[in-house]
């Protein structure tokens, strides 16, 4: 499963999941752009890539902004010289109850989670088209099938990203790129551990495999996804979520 030679970005990977995918991806031997709004993030998270002996760059980019995102295509084409991969992992949540929810935790969180992916795959297929091949892996979320209380908003956004993705994936298939999603259950990161004492007890009940998944558990389906191996998959959704869903 190398991926020698190969140029993936990672949106959203200052930290968390998005970090240790970039991770992931550069131990199988990609070189690696790292965008994410949090500067000193992405930079440290490059520093750990080239660490690993590979190539990597880390650029501010708010995945809610076409231009920005262009640039972001744009910059990793001309400095790494191709693109293969496009992780897109950037996500945030404002959560609370339907009747308490105000319409700007809707649209910031749809912006992000959902037109974010949207304008990242809109950016980069020309790049693979023209190539006639790539990946692109799209981070989705449990939720997005199973619903989730006190998150409308990002439930909602995750299940549209299932949409999109199955739609890309139809539209590129014949240019030999695949789309596909991953999707995780509750991963142990800052998103999580926001989370009360209370409600992680209440969640690790209902994960037959009895822990919170951890971002090297995600970032290794992502890494088959963006191998070779995983050449004839596309437009499907893989969970990981120690069986929560099945
Ligand atoms: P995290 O909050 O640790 O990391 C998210 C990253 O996205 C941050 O570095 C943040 O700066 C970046 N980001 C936020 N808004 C952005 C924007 N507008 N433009 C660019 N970057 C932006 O979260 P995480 O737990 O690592 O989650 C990563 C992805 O996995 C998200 O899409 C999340 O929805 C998804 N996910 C997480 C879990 C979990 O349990 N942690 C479960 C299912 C899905």
Redesign the pocket.
Known sequence: MTLQGKVAIV??????????IALTLANAGADVVI????KA??EETATQVTALGRRSLALQ?????ST?VEGMVRTTVDRMGRLDILV??????RDTLLIRMKEDDWNRVL???LK?AFLCMKAAAPILSKQRGGRIIA?????AVLGNVGQAN?AA??AGLIGLTKTVAREYASRGITVNAV??????????RALSEKVREELLRRIPLGR??T?ED?AAAVRFLASDAAGYLTGQVIHV?GGMYM
Do not use: H
């Open positions: 949106t959203g990977g200052a930290q968390g999941i998005g970090r240790q965008s994410d709004v949090q993030g992405a980019v708010d995945v809610t902004s920005e897109c992992n950037a996500g945030i949540t912006d992000v989670n974010g981070i989705a979320s449990v939720v990002y956004s995750k999707a995780p259950g509750f991963i142990d990161t800052a998103m999580t919170l998944g971002p995600v979520n």
